[in-house]
């Protein structure tokens, strides 16, 4: 062979290995779900749990309890109006509610209430997809002695049939 009938026949070569490659269809990107969203099709768990410093028995010195309303409540004001959807189980000496995937779309504000703190600590709110697994985390936020008898509302939830978006405030 001729070495520019050679070259021709590479020049061939890459061109159709080029236009195969480039027609070639793509895999989309991956969808990527935030942290925060649970798609679940039983329930959302959510768990609180804390620790004391200086370190002792989290449920002598410490009792939070949790409150689930209905709506997107900002303010403490706005508790006396709303609707209460649950309260919280003590389970393992520690708080527990569950809310249920079947339950209406819409808005949701969990309450903390810090009903009596003797020694300062730091909690963690566990947000758990039952039968997905799926967990998320609001953690190590830290309270005192000075929140005793007070509440928080640390977190909003949107509920979106079976997805559950939680949105740390």
């Not at 236009?19 to 329930?43: L, Q, R, S, Y």
């Not at 708080?95 to 009596?116: P, Q």
Request: aromatic share 10%.
């Amino acid at each position: 062979m001729k070495p520019s009938k050679l070259t021709r026949i590479l020049f061939i070569a890459l061109l159709f290995t080029t236009a195969f490659t480039a027609c070639k269809k793509k895999d989309p990107p991956p969808v990527v779900v935030p942290e925060n969203e649970i798609t679940d099709a039983t329930e959302l768990e959510m768990y609180l749990s804390w620790s004391l410093t200086p370190t002792s028995s989290a449920t002598d010195s410490a009792d939070l309890d949790l409150y689930l309303f209905k709506g997107n409540i900002t303010q403490e004001s706005q508790l006396a109006s709303a609707q209460i959807i649950g309260t919280s189980d003590n389970v393992d000496n520690f708080e527990t509610i569950k809310l249920a995937s079947s339950i209406a779309d819409g808005d949701y504000t969990l309450v903390i209430d810090y009903y009596e703190i003797l020694k300062p600590g730091k909690y963690t709110l566990r947000f758990k997809g039952t039968a997905s697994g799926k967990i998320y985390n609001v953690s190590d936020v830290a309270f005192t002695v000075a929140d005793d008898g007070s509440i928080k509302l640390p977190v909003h939830i949107v509920k979106t049939g079976q997805k559950f978006t939680v949105t740390k405030r």
